[in-house]
């Protein structure tokens, strides 16, 4: 998922996030593993080289993971374990040194005040290079046929078109999964919009009912977020919200305004950091473009490549770019 504002405020509040599970799943050939109540063997340990990365279940963050794996082992022979973990839990894994970093975060102000300004258990590891935006969209078909959609004004004009029999006789928002950074509910509610949050599920479910409205030429209206390989399939027109101004989102209850942009950032196990020698150090020179990760983004999920095929793939062809990374 990828977006969020300036430097400096780096996203907003997540607060469907606390909605989701905690689990934490060991994403490696020996198979899942509950790590709620234990540490990883591997993360922060002095010495050892074994690194472990969170991996958040969207297709970008999946590919920013599979080419740090691939160039861990194969030019700087680590070992690397990765833990799918959803947003607001994965702070509390790296906080602990359960995991060692994570390299796509859309902006979460409390985990950062708690651990990095006060606790001092993480440390930031720089910025991604990918610039984030979550926003709504129809598709470009829809938009081109009633301009006007693309005003948040007007949408109430068009919530019959936009009904689904999941969305209780109103016009349907899609979002994806309940985990995600989204202001929704609260945005159809304080702009007063004849609409529902429907929830997909995930991102794969989203992507998949997105798809199939676009095969039947048939409106929608859905949270998504930029950069994303989606629109190289289906173009969508963004709906513009009410501007975006500093601290209009601080109140999760108030939000009426648009999502920021946000420079995505990775953070670090603050051990990790200081100990974690060539590891560390490539991790927080890792930066790249949105054209890079939807790149590795499509193999994975259109080619339906294995991430560390895909990985294999970017990287004899991207020398240039990831030479710095691992010197």
């Not at 490696?28 to 109540?37: F, H, K, P, V």
């Not at 279940?57 to 080419?67: D, P, R």
């Not at 979550?134 to 829809?142: K, Q, S």
């Not at 930066?287 to 970017?314: G, T």
């Amino acid at each position: 998922m990828n977006e969020r504002n300036h430097p400096g405020r780096r996203g907003r509040r997540a607060a469907a996030a606390f909605a989701a599970g905690t689990a934490l799943a060991v994403l490696t050939g020996c198979g899942a593993a509950d790590m709620t109540r234990q540490a990883s063997p591997y993360a922060a340990a002095q010495g050892a080289k074994t690194v472990t990365l969170s991996v958040q279940s969207w297709v970008g963050a999946q590919a920013n993971t599979a080419v740090a794996s691939y160039l861990l082992e194969h030019e700087l022979g680590y070992r690397v374990d990765t833990v799918q973990v959803d947003e607001v839990p994965a702070w509390d894994a790296l906080s602990q040194g359960r995991v060692d970093a994570i390299l796509e975060d859309w902006g979460h102000p409390e985990q950062e005040k708690r651990y990095v300004e006060d606790k001092k258990t993480i440390t930031p590891g720089g910025d991604l290079g990918v610039t984030g935006h979550i926003g709504w969209f129809v598709p470009t078909y829809f938009a081109e046929e009633h301009p006007d959609v693309t005003d948040w004004k007007n949408l109430d004009k068009y919530a019959d078109l936009l009904r689904t029999p999941e969305s209780r006789g109103k016009g349907q928002l899609m979002d994806g999964s309940p985990s995600y950074v989204t202001n929704d509910k609260a945005l159809v509610k304080n702009l007063g919009l004849d609409f529902e949050v429907v929830f997909a599920g995930s991102e794969a479910a989203q992507i998949t009912q997105i798809k199939q409205f676009a095969k039947e030429r048939k409106p929608f209206l859905t949270y998504w977020y930029k950069p994303q390989w989606l629109f190289e399939r289906v173009p969508m027109t963004e709906v513009k919200l009410p501007e975006y101004k500093e601290g209009c989102d601080a109140d999760p209850e108030k939000v009426a305004c648009a999502y920021p942009h946000t420079p995505l950032q990775k953070y670090l196990n603050t051990r990790f950091a200081e100990r974690g020698g060539t590891a560390a150090s490539f991790l927080k020179k890792f930066r790249w473009s949105v054209e890079e990760q939807n790149e590795v983004s499509l193999m994975i999920a259109e080619e339906k490549m294995p991430p560390a095929e895909a990985a294999k793939k970017w990287v004899e062809r991207n020398e240039d770019t990831w030479r710095a990374w691992v010197n």
